[in-house]
């Protein structure tokens, strides 16, 4: 059972249209990060939100963090090829070791032109 | 400033092997973890090293070891290899503090054993 449960687990647009991924938990996170990952390639940070109920934005890119701190979501906006990969969430749980830092499963998101 | 090198990208090694795979921290980053990714199970942590000692250490049978030298470089080594063990190994570096738990990913190593 993965500790960041994400939805969905793929998705498939078109370029231009919306889409959000969610990434939920039973624990609470200090902070969760987001990342993407390529094929073949290790994950590149995104963002870190921190504080419950955080929004944060990274060009079409949007992220909220849940006010009760086990929950979040990353919303993108008109959607480019570019945008395709493997997005994962993370976060070390606030009871956990803060060097233990674990990963959702992934949504893969492909953005077709 | 230099990213997180892993070495080798690639492997190949028959069943019952061991192998030992390298990672290179950013500079002044204490932390280096391992994870094991596979299409079925996604990203698994394997261990943490912090500061030379095993900080963390994931659900993996104890074919999987790992060191951390004085410069921050670590090392992992799987003994015994079995097929179930291609994967691609990632290593991240990070500040390993409460305050700082951001990860910067090696391009990882690509395992496969035949």
Same mark, same amino acid.
């Given at each position: 059972t993965q500790l960041l449960e994400q939805s969905p687990q793929f998705l498939s647009i078109q370029e231009g249209e919306n889409l959000t991924v969610y990434c939920n938990s039973s624990s609470v996170f200090s902070s969760l990060q987001w990342y993407r990952q390529e094929p073949g390639e290790g994950p590149v940070l995104l963002v870190t939100v921190v504080t419950g109920g955080e929004v944060k934005k990274l060009k079409r890119l949007t992220f909220q963090f849940g006010d009760a701190r086990k929950d979040s979501s990353l919303h993108i906006t008109?959607?480019?090829? $570019?945008?395709t990969g493997l997005y994962l969430c993370a976060g070390v749980p606030s009871?956990?070791?803060? $060097?233990k830092l674990q990963f959702g499963a992934g949504t893969q998101v492909v953005v077709t032109p | 400033k230099a990213g997180v090198t892993q070495t080798p990208r690639y492997l190949i090694k028959t069943r019952g092997q061991q192998v030992t795979l390298s990672c290179s921290p950013i500079s002044g980053h204490r932390s280096v973890s391992w994870y094991q990714q596979t299409p079925g199970q996604g990203l698994q942590f394997l261990f943490e090293y912090f500061s030379e000692t095993q900080r963390n250490k994931g659900n993996?049978?104890?074919?999987f070891s790992g060191r951390q030298f004085s410069n921050s470089r670590s090392e992992m080594n799987v003994s015994t290899?079995?097929?179930?063990?291609s994967a691609l190994y990632l290593c991240a570096s990070s500040p390993g503090t409460q305050m700082n738990t951001e990860a910067f990913f090696g391009q990882g190593t690509r395992l496969t054993v035949v």
């Open positions: 008109a959607a480019q090829p $570019g945008d009871t956990d070791s803060w $060097g | 993996f049978p104890g074919r290899l079995e097929l179930g063990d």
